[in-house]
């Protein structure tokens, strides 16, 4: 009985994951719903500063859950950690997918075990929302820097939503929260933000940092402004 129901959800995720592939190559809704819209903003004279601009860093990513009272019995202790590891992953997808298509960029980026090293041995990598744009790349020495923020509402966790959809076969159970994704650019001679982009983003069981960082840049890729 247990070889068979592994059997079935392994086959249910396949097909889900599939579909998932198939909905997002032909731009199609799933279940009925499709996600907000994106806000962007963009500097008047953001051409202009960006012409300058050689070597970015990417930060990692300010990360929360929103919604700590629905995760569950999760400690806030393992919640920090969470948000810490998941915080370093998001840096490392975004950096990853920006250097697998560097050749479409104006702009090199520097590493990110570089980053983080000389920002723990400026002891500001714990504590790098007290420091302004402006001094983070003046240690960094970049001419722009990237950062992220990631708040993401748990209503599930993983095992439970599949347990949801073999039990009643309803896909809209595998939805495990809501996430708002910000990524933003600001100029190092003064902090100055420059380029933001901002898009809710719902999420199932299949996603992981990597797909989440592809699907955000997909819906960036025409006006990110390193973009030749």
């Not at 994704?181 to 100029?187: A, N, R, T």
Request: aromatic share 10%; proline share 1%.
């Amino acid at each position: 009985m247990r070889k068979k129901l592994f059997l079935n959800a392994n086959k249910l995720l396949l097909f889900l994951f599939s579909l998932c592939l198939f909905a997002q190559e032909n731009k199609f809704e799933i279940l009925g719903r499709s996600e907000p819209k994106k806000q962007v903003f963009t500097s008047e004279n953001i051409k202009e500063i960006i012409s300058n601009h050689k070597l970015v860093a990417i930060l990692p990513f300010k990360v929360s859950f929103t919604n700590k009272t629905n995760l569950n019995n999760t400690s806030l202790e393992e919640i920090k950690k969470t948000e810490d590891i998941l915080s370093k992953n998001l840096q490392s997808s975004l950096n990853n997918y920006l250097l697998s298509k560097k050749s479409n960029y104006s702009v090199s980026f520097l590493e990110v075990d570089k980053i983080n090293l000389l920002l723990k041995n400026n002891k500001m990598f714990d504590n790098i929302e007290d420091y302004s744009k402006e001094e983070i790349a003046k240690v960094l020495k970049v001419d722009g820097v990237i950062s992220g923020e990631f708040y993401k509402e748990k209503l599930q966790s993983n095992l439970s939503a599949i347990a949801s959809i073999l039990i009643t076969k309803d896909s809209s159970f595998s939805k495990t929260g809501n996430g708002k994704i910000i990524l933003s650019i600001h100029d190092s001679s003064k902090g100055e933000l420059l380029w933001q982009f901002s898009k809710l983003m719902e999420e199932d069981f299949l996603s992981s940092n990597d797909r989440l960082i592809d699907r955000m840049m997909r819906k960036v890729s025409r006006n990110f402004p390193y973009k030749k």
